[in-house]
């Protein structure tokens, strides 16, 4: 095959930041992506309604000269001290979900809940509003595992959460283990999964062995290889509770390449073409489409998209730098070659 047409995607995770960083973030998603789900973990974070609105506005305006434009759907941060009233602004202002992130358990986290039981009655408000929740699922207790983080959320905070919310939806966001495949694939449709290209493409070998590679250092993090084919598994399966969410997390190559590197992979730049990498390694690019543009806004209750982008297979090689907010990038496969690009679509 070397090309392939598919319905135009849409990422249904990814961080944009803010700033002068938004002029390189947002044009890179407005070059195909038809919508995407806006992380909201800024300094300070996206809060309630209005601040989502400003910062709308914000990455609409740094995609406003690019030749054509996506819609960002906003996400609001949970913290402590969201109220059920939040939530109902929320809904007015077109907010689509919000975001748990257990405190300090990734970036720009220290916002974040501390007790998931508390925030109960604004979860029944976001089941009656129809507003998803979103969850970084990783507990931060210091003396459980790295790379058990993942498994033990599931266990002790989201089963208990799932169960005692039937009609919420919930996106269990950047899975990365074959224990949060088994836990999405045997709840009930309103549960779902974003899987990155990161985690379809690499294992913890790719980060640590033959010396440590800190653009690969995301969260969660990379697990062994065992975990990587079960999320090849479940993303080229046909399941529609498996779907496309980059989580592209961009940092300057500063804060990447230093003794405390931030966690994050930029993978903006080339995002459908790093899964189509992913599917054809695993023998099954006629399943993108659905993963990546089907089931996402099927389980969001959002249209398809009607139109279409075609990749062609014309090997590329990736810049050895890229530009974030006029500060050095380095972007995942940095000067690697990558099979996949997106032809520009005449208008
Ligand atoms: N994934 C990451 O490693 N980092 C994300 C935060 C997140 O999605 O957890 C970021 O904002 O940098
Ligand atoms: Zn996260
Ligand atoms: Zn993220």
């Not at 819609?71 to 009233?85: F, G, K, Q, S």
């Not at 099927?298 to 297979?313: A, E, H, M, Q, V």
């Not at 995942?332 to 520009?344: D, I, M, N, R, Y």
């Amino acid at each position: 095959m070397t090309t392939l047409e598919i319905t135009r995607p849409d990422d249904w995770h990814v961080h944009l930041r803010d700033g002068a960083a938004l002029a390189d973030t947002a044009p890179a998603m407005a070059r195909y992506f038809g919508r995407a789900i806006i992380m909201p973990n800024l300094v300070p974070p996206v809060m309630n309604a209005s601040q989502a609105l400003d910062y709308k506005a914000r990455i609409n305006a740094a995609q406003a000269d690019s030749p054509r434009q996506f819609e960002p759907l906003m996400v609001l941060y949970l913290t402590d001290n969201t109220t059920a009233e939040d939530i109902r602004a929320a809904k007015q202002a077109g907010v689509v979900a919000c975001k748990l992130y257990p405190a300090g358990a990734t970036t720009n986290s220290d916002s974040g809940v501390t007790d998931i039981k508390k925030l109960y009655p604004v979860l029944q408000a976001m089941q009656e509003q129809g507003i998803l929740l979103l969850v970084h699922g990783e507990v931060t207790d210091s003396h459980i595992d790295i790379f058990d983080r993942e498994q033990a959320f599931i266990e002790r905070t989201l089963q208990p959460l799932v169960s005692d919310l039937p009609n919420l939806k919930v996106v269990l966001e950047h899975i990365t283990t074959k224990d949060a495949v088994e836990f999405v694939s045997n709840n009930p449709g309103n549960v779902a999964a974003t899987i990155t290209a990161h985690h379809l493409l690499y294992n913890r070998n790719h980060m640590l062995a033959g010396g440590i590679r800190p653009h690969y250092y995301c969260l969660p993090i990379l697990k062994r290889n065992i975990h990587q084919q079960a999320l090849i598994a479940a993303a080229t399966s046909g399941n529609p509770q498996f779907f496309l969410g980059t989580d592209s997390a961009p940092h300057i190559q500063g804060n990447k390449e230093t003794s405390c590197g931030c966690a994050g992979c930029y993978t903006a730049y080339a995002a459908i073409e790093l899964y189509a990498e992913a599917f054809e390694q695993a023998g099954a690019l006629d399943k993108l489409e659905a993963f990546a543009s089907h089931f996402g806004p099927d389980f969001y209750g959002l249209p398809r998209n009607s139109d279409t982008i075609t990749l062609s297979k014309s090997p590329w090689q990736v810049p050895a730098q890229l530009s974030l907010g006029g500060q050095p990038l380095i972007p995942l496969c940095a000067g690697e070659t990558l099979q996949w690009q997106v032809k520009p679509k005449l208008a």
